[in-house]
Every structure is written in structure tokens, then in C-alpha cells.
């Protein structure tokens, strides 16, 4: 304590200088627009535009339209904060990225208070200010629906904090806050469905809790797991509600062979870039799917050193976690052993060690694993400044000032959609979403035959993943090449009939050709598997009128509305018409405008011009859309 500053001996005054440093590092990410997935879930989702939509969107997946359900993906929290946001702001992007420094100001000062309850303030500090800086969390605070980590982040820290601080024995207000936080962090993002764990970590790190122990401890402790349990199976229930599945149904980008082969080969390579981008970030990405992470057939230099590095700090921790229990005024090697196991269980529902997750890495899923990691690296710069402290203390600054350096030149990668594609490009010109990408660029200039070449590299790299298949017809059905996008959905259809998007896009395709009967049974199929996309019935409603079915026409059409709520383009153009009908040309105008303003692609714009030119007799509205990526 005494190598502190006063003004930092006091742990509000050090939380609060670590929440400051944090947001200066990030201050940068202030100026960025929205980027990547930002633009999909954030500006061309006009479910959460208006309150009116908001509740809706709370019961649908967290990616918009069907394709969410593939994805496995219902963050209640997050959708209804980036909601609530946009509606204040007004779409402006400088309140999510404000939103997201505070947050990370806030569980960096959380990630001390932590900490200072388990072990002295020195090492404390230290933890805090390398979370603040560490550049590995770029991608979670940098880009506006890392949010989503952020807010369960949040949610684990607080109740951790609160556990921390409450009698030994639980009483039924303290397990009601503990259950209200995790319902927060589980509906925020499936990681946070680990609280539980890191709650019983929290207590063991600071008592002795042997096998013989385990009756007293449930005796205190019961009232709060009992909490958490009935909000883990509320949320469980509401996932399956809404995705149909509890579970992702997905494995990772390209990696779909890990359900066939052993994984251990792949992950020992993965646990090297976790030590890697936690000792030595320099080398940052948004991607590590093949080809940046191969796939292994077998063992080689890299799993084995990542393999045999993992079983090495799993020992120590469990050597480490043999010493005396943490206090706030000892220093202890349990302190080592807490940070290893907090990162192993908070890393767990994204490791692909029990079950296959959505990603094989992603920098985002650090975030919260990297709060156990920050903790033991504070532990041990304390631990060796013991023997040379003028060395450690010297190393310590300069791998400070050069994280800040790394986070504050990183966070610019995220400024907007031009910025992010060309940096990917630049980095990782050989991975497989690198070519994904550049097909996009290449269709979205009008250059069908280079996108073609793109998207081929694509697919090689990461097979015909449905994820990648589907979201490359779709980009083919904007640029008109509907030929192409029906052969890449009928061969995802016929590989995975149990996902409801190549059918819904199936249906479209076959509307804009006129083909009511095609578009019937396309829409059928896709509703069969998920009842609640309101595209899909608007389609089904137009391709029963044009075969004369008018009142199962008119039934579909009121469930189109019902899930809607006006919130598509389509539901406006259907208005448009129904108005024009009934000679209210003032009002059928109106909504052709609605339309317009709701319209978030390329497509839907060369419908509506269609409609205005050929249906109104006026002039198309051909006018330079801002593109929301570079606003």
C-alpha cells in the first residue's frame, strides 16, 4: 500500500481513476459510426425504430428476420437497450458509442471494487488499469452492439460485487437482487448464463470449501442459486420460445468437421492465441475462421505447444489454489488460481470444448473471461516487483503505455463499414470472410462476375456452411441475380430443411417472378418452421389473392399485420394499395412514402420505384440513399 499515491489509498478514489483511464483509452471509438453487424441489427432492423415496435422485437431473435432463428440468438436486454437508444437518439450513432465507453468505464472500476475484496488495493489497481487499456477489448467497446458483452459483463460484475459484500448467510433480498442481475446478464448474452458458476468461484476463493463442506455452504447459500435457477429456466423457456431450440444449432464459420473429428487438435491451436492475444495483442483480428484458425487433422508444433502451455497453467492453478484463502489485506497465490478458473468458466459457453459454439474465436467473447485474467496478472506483477521491483514496475508502465497505444490506434478499424472492410482486407486478405466480403463489394459496385470469383474463394475456405450459402444468395437477390441465389438456396434447402431462411428467401424469389403457386409453397414451408415472420405471410397473402383464395388471402394478411405492426416496407406497399382501391390516391401516396422511409435495402427500393413508375404514373425516387454504414 504504501508504493500507492495517497489519493489512491482509498478504493473509491482508485476505482475512480481506473473508470477515467478506461474512457479516455476509448475515447476515440466516439467518432466511429456503424460498422459490420451494427448496420443489420441496429439500422436496417426497423423493428426497434419506434416504441410502438420495441415490445414486438423483445419476442423475436436477437439477428432480425428469420435468419435469427438459424443463428440461435435472443438477447431480450440488448435488443430492448439498442432500441430505447435509437429511439432517443434518433439513429444517431454517438449515443451507442458514448453508452458503450461509460460501460466500459464502469466495469473497470467494477473489475477493482472485485478485486479489492479478494486481495489488497496494489494489485487491485493493477488489475483494473490493465483491464481498462487491454486492447483484446477493442472489438467489444469499439463497435455498438458490443453492448451485448458489455451490459452482462455489467450484470456479472455488480452481482459478484454484491455477493462479495453480503453476510455469509443468504437471506431472500439479496437472492432476489442476485436473480434480478441474472436475468440482466442472460438476456444481455448467453455468456452470462455462467453467473452460477463465478458465484461459487467467488465464495471458494475465499474460504476453504472441501467436499465435506458443500452441506454448510448450501445451508447459507441456497436461497440465491435457488433464484437463479427458476431465471435460468424462465429464459431457457423464452429461448425455446422464440428460437425453437435452448442451444445455437450452429458450429463455427467453416468448422462444421469439428463435429466429426477430435476437437482437441483445433482448440490446442485456439488456447494458443488466447495466451497470445492476452500476453502479446499486437496482432489483432476480427475474424478467426479458416483460414486464419485452420482446422487440424492431427497434431503438429502449434496444438501441441497450445495443448501442453494449457495442461502447464492448469497444474500451477490447482497448486495455486492450495494456498490460504484471498482476503483484502493478503496476498495470496489463490489469487493466480482464481483468475485461470474465472477465465475458464466465463470462456466455457464459447470454448467448443463441451458442445460447439458459434465461434471458433472471437476477440468480444474475451471481454468477461479476460476480468479472471486481469485479477492473476495484478497478482503476479506484485508477486515479482517483491524481487526487482525498479524492473517490474518499469516493464509494468511500458506494457501499460503500449496496450493503450495498440487499443487507442485499433479502435478506429470499427469507425464505419468502408474502414472495417478495407482493414480485414488489408490483414487477412486469405480468410474465408475476407472473400465473403470483398464479393460483397464487388456485387455492391455491379461487378456480378468478380463477386462470383469472390464468393467461390468464399465457399472453398469455408465450405458450404448455410450461413454462408444463404447470406451470399441474398446479396446475389439484390443485385438481381436471381438465377444464381435460387440454385445457392435450393442446395441449402435441401442440405438443412430444417432452417426456415432459404425457404423464405425461396418465396421471395419466386414472388418477384410472378409465381403465385411457387410462392405459396415456398412461404408455407418457411411459416411451417417459424410461424412468426411477417414477410412470409405477407407473401403467402399475395400469392393466395393472385390465385383467387380470398379469404385464407385475408386471413394471412391480418397475421402479417399482427406481426408487423407496420414495421416493413412491404406492410406499407400492401397499405398502398388497399387505399388506392378504395380512391384515397392522397393516402395511397402516403404510404408509398412510409414505405420508402421504411425500406432498409436495395431491392425493396427497385420494387418501390416500380410501383410508383407503373401503379402511380410518377417519378422514380432514384435519389442517392445515404448508405447507414458511412453515415
Known sequence: M?????????????????????????????????????????????????????????????????????????????????????????????????????????????????????????????????????????????????????????????????????????????????????????????????????????????????????????????????????????????????????????????????????????????????VRLWVFPLDLAADYAPNVIPISFGWHATNVVGASLTLCILVMALIAWRRPAMLPGTTTARAAAFGVVWFLVAISPTANVLFLSGVLLAERTLYLPSVGLAAATGWLAVRLARERPRVVWVLLVLALAAGTARTWTRTPTWRNNQTFFLTMLRELPHAGRSQWILGDQFVAAGDLSQGLVAYRAAVGILGGHYTVVTQIAQRLMDAGAYGSAERLLTFAWRDSPEFPFAASLLAWIRAMHGDAPGTESWAREALSLYERDAVRWHLLAWALAAQGEWDEARRARQRADELAQAAFWQQWMYQAYVRREAGDTVAALEAVDSAWATVTNEQGRRAIDSVRVEDFGLEPLRVAVPDAVNR
Open 2 to 274: 504504501s508504493q500507492l499515491p495517497s489519493a489512491l489509498r482509498d478504493v473509491r478514489a482508485a476505482a475512480v481513476v481506473v473508470g477515467l483511464v478506461a474512457a479516455l483509452v476509448f475515447a476515440n471509438s466516439l467518432r466511429n459510426q456503424f460498422a459490420y453487424d451494427d448496420v443489420h441489427i441496429i439500422v436496417d432492423n426497423p423493428a426497434i425504430h419506434s416504441m410502438e415496435t420495441l415490445p414486438g422485437a423483445l419476442t423475436q431473435p436477437y439477428w432480425p428476420d428469420a435468419y435469427g432463428r438459424e443463428l440461435g440468438l435472443w438477447r431480450p436486454v440488448t435488443t430492448g437497450a439498442l432500441g430505447l437508444m435509437h429511439v432517443v437518439s434518433g439513429g444517431s450513432p454517438a449515443l451507442f458509442h458514448t453508452v458503450n465507453v461509460l460501460a466500459h468505464a464502469a466495469a473497470s472500476a467494477l473489475v477493482l471494487l472485485l478485486c479489492a475484496a479478494l486481495m489488497p488495493l496494489l494489485p487491485s489497481l493493477l488489475a483494473g488499469l490493465v483491464f481498462a487499456v487491454h486492447p483484446v477489448h477493442v472489438e467489444a467497446v469499439a463497435n455498438a452492439i458490443g453492448l451485448a458483452e458489455l451490459l452482462s459483463s455489467l450484470a456479472i460484475l455488480v452481482a459478484c460485487l454484491a455477493h462479495v459484500r453480503s453476510p455469509d448467510r443468504s437471506g431472500w433480498r439479496h437472492a432476489l437482487t442476485i436473480g434480478a442481475l441474472y436475468a440482466v446478464a442472460f438476456g444481455a448474452k448467453e455468456s452470462g448464463v455462467t453467473l452460477p458458476g463465478l458465484i461459487f468461484l467467488v465464495d471458494a476463493a475465499r474460504r476453504h470449501i472441501a467436499l465435506g463442506d458443500l452441506g454448510a455452504y448450501v445451508r447459507d447459500r441456497w436461497r440465491p442459486y435457488v433464484v437463479m435457477a427458476v431465471v435460468a429456466g424462465a429464459l431457457l423457456a423464452g429461448r425455446y420460445a422464440v428460437l425453437g431450440s435452448i442451444a445455437n444449432p450452429f458450429a463455427p464459420l467453416g468448422a462444421d468437421l469439428l463435429a466429426e473429428i477430435p476437437r482437441i487438435w483445433t482448440l490446442g491451436e485456439v488456447w494458443t492465441h488466447y
